[in-house]
């Protein structure tokens, strides 16, 4: 049973999916802030009207992905889409430059998008969908894939991940159906009932099927998946709906969702997104088009890919490749010379149960094809090596071949580190027959660096040469942490650590710890009581350098370097862990060649205290892996 679409409703309906993009986007741009708000936005026309519309991440990381299209081919993983990231996105907003620092530490996906990043349940992959979706149109099973590869390079493990399938699915079934409740509910089908993202959008639903008002739907999804940063992806997911579902019309329907708040271009880019694909480009209000023109507008911060000229030429190249795709993965839709839409929605339920399978994927092992056996490494405790601790990995191997194969498997660990069993492990398996080793590594301080390169070399019996299989573990945090002082309760208050603003050795009354994230896990040492703790840090420089440093808590903090005080909080806010700022914990610094020495104080009031420690360069707000961080200056070797 094969659906058909005309190549001129196929056409007509992707170039619909990036002019509501774009409109939706627009009217949204402006109002994006970093944390939500309690009031409504009460905005029904475009904010602010530029030609070409307001350049922003939801579209122009697309084109990123059809560059790696035109060079990679249709085959895409999030090995490849991990190479454009590096390549091609300069900016570093929240997860995007948190996993991509794993990327430059040697982490693969999804490890990249599930080690150490706050962000992985926020808005940076439900926003990039519509490619996918346009690549595989009535094929949801293949958008959703997609979707998936494209998420676990920067949210793997995350609420973000069910968010851009759920998108995904969403618009590949919305060239075939402009029903949106059915709509909604093939999305649905297509997440876990038990997600945060399914929550959020099933409270949208119900509101509406129970006839409630689009401002009372909002009141819903706001206490079923409250946060207060409005970058997360669930409560975004829940205004997309309200929007879609709500909307008497295109203009009406993004305003909605925008005026819902929180992260506003993103869910008015999907919601003019969805309605431009189910009702194609040329059904669109002219009022709220032609004011934009047919220019594809990119930030600066997208470099080294060609930008189509007009959003038509981007709509031709996204058409070519979806008969590409559809051929290729003998997907049940076929582009024709008509439209026939019959049993549609038969055809798109079956094919989105196909999606079930991404949904326990772990995000902590990474996957390698060696064509004689496909081989896999699994972070058992972490990625993050910390000294004297030990860490635990599995390597899985399965034989891929027709017949038995045999051999041995060796791991390779760094000078000064020790790997249990250390011996090399027999292998010899029946054709799809699997064997998994576990192993651990310990390492002193002296000899963990920011980044360290482990193997597992497997050499098979009268077999061609593998390539071998990295296993990076990348350096924790090296801190001295001070005993809790307790009145008076005040910043302002002088405490003896303070005397060791300038101390290059570890001095009295302080304690040794390693955490292996950006999170300083301090809480367990007040005992539940307010009061005042001390960190000092250690950052190597190989070069005098202009940073940013942040200490994003959701208490109070002050922050010293090389013994100047650098800043103090502003204003408590929620925390929200990036490279860039929260408006309130985060100072521009100038790092000096060699070792620099911070000092952080940081108050506990009635709350439990949650803080992080930020470094990134002062440009693009990158991270920085080559600075030593893991190690205090007397642990070197």
């Not at 618009?171 to 059915?182: L, T």
Request: with cysteine.
């Amino acid at each position: 049973m094969k659906l058909q679409i005309s190549g001129k409703t196929y056409w007509d309906k992707v170039y619909g999916c990036w002019l509501g993009k774009n409109a939706g986007g627009t009217v949204g741009g402006p109002l994006e802030a970093l944390y939500g708000r309690e009031e409504m936005f009460d905005v029904w026309w475009y904010p602010k009207l530029v030609e070409g519309g307001v350049p922003n991440d939801d579209l122009e990381i697309q084109l990123v992905w059809l560059q790696a299209l035109r060079d990679s081919g249709i085959y895409l993983t999030a090995r490849e889409l991990a190479e454009y990231w590096l390549d091609c996105v300069f900016y570093n907003y929240d997860e995007y430059g948190l996993h991509k620092t794993n990327l430059r530490l040697g982490l693969q996906p999804p490890a990249s998008g599930w080690y150490n990043n706050w962000f992985k349940d926020c808005m940076g992959s439900p926003i990039r969908s519509e490619i996918w979706a346009c690549i595989a149109p009535g094929a949801p099973n293949i958008a959703a894939r997609y979707a998936y590869q494209d998420a676990m390079c920067d949210h793997a493990g995350g609420e973000s991940v069910y968010g851009e399938i759920f998108n995904a699915v969403v618009e590949s079934a919305a060239f075939f159906i402009s029903d949106r409740v059915k709509l909604v509910n093939i999305g649905l089908a297509s997440i876990p009932k038990e997600s945060l993202t399914s929550k959020a959008v099933r409270t949208a639903l119900e509101a509406y099927l129970d006839g409630l008002g689009w401002k009372e739907a909002r009141e819903r999804v706001k206490e079923a998946v409250y946060s207060p940063i409005a970058q997360y992806s669930p409560i975004n997911l829940g205004f997309q709906t309200i929007g879609l579902l709500y909307g008497e019309g295109f203009g009406d329907a993004i305003c909605k969702a925008v005026n819902c708040g929180w992260d506003t271009d993103c869910t008015g880019a999907t919601v003019g997104a969805i309605w431009g694909i189910i009702y194609g480009g040329s059904s669109l209000p002219e009022e709220w088009i032609k004011p934009l023109g047919d220019v594809v507008a990119v930030s600066g911060g997208i470099k080294n890919i060609r930008v189509p000229k007009t959003l038509g030429e981007l709509t031709d190249e996204v058409c070519g490749i979806g008969r590409k795709v559809l051929s290729y993965f003998n997907a049940p839709v076929e582009i024709s010379e008509t439209d026939d839409f019959t049993d549609a929605e038969k055809v798109l339920n079956q094919l989105v149960n196909e999606v079930k399978s991404l949904w326990n994927l772990p995000p902590n092992t990474i996957d390698h094809d060696l064509v004689s056996v496909r081989a896999s490494v699994t972070y058992i405790d972490s990625p993050a090596i910390l000294p004297n601790e030990e860490n635990r990995f599995l390597v899985a191997v399965e034989n891929k071949r027709l017949t038995t194969i045999s051999g041995i498997m060796e791991v390779h660990v760094p000078r000064g580190w020790v790997l249990e069993p250390s011996a090399p492990q027999r292998i010899e398996l029946k054709s799809k027959e699997q064997v998994s080793f576990t192993f651990s590594v310990t390492a002193p301080a002296a000899y963990i660096n920011p980044s360290n390169k482990c193997s597992a070399r497997i050499v098979l019996d009268d077999r061609p040469r593998l390539m071998e299989i990295p296993v990076v573990f990348v350096g924790g945090f090296r801190w001295l942490v001070s005993e809790v002082f307790r009145k008076p309760l005040s910043l302002e208050a002088f405490f003896p650590p303070e005397r060791d603003l300038n101390l290059y050795e570890a001095g009295e009354g302080w304690r040794i710890v390693s955490w292996p994230e950006n999170s300083l896990e301090v809480e367990g040492f007040f005992m539940g009581e307010p009061g005042i703790i001390y960190l000092r840090h250690f950052i190597y420089s190989p070069s005098d350098r202009r940073v940013v440093i942040g200490v994003p808590n959701n208490s109070r903090m002050r922050l010293w370097l090389n013994g100047r005080m650098i800043h103090e909080t502003v204003k408590p806010v929620p925390l929200r862990p990036n490279y860039s700022g929260d408006g309130s914990n985060y100072a521009a610094a100038d790092l000096k060649s060699g070792w620099n020495h911070v000092m952080i104080k940081l108050l506990r009031g009635e709350e439990p205290l949650k803080a992080h420690f930020t470094i990134a360069d002062s440009e693009w707000h990158s991270g920085m892996t080559n600075l030593v961080r893991c190690r205090l200056p007397w642990e070197s070797c």
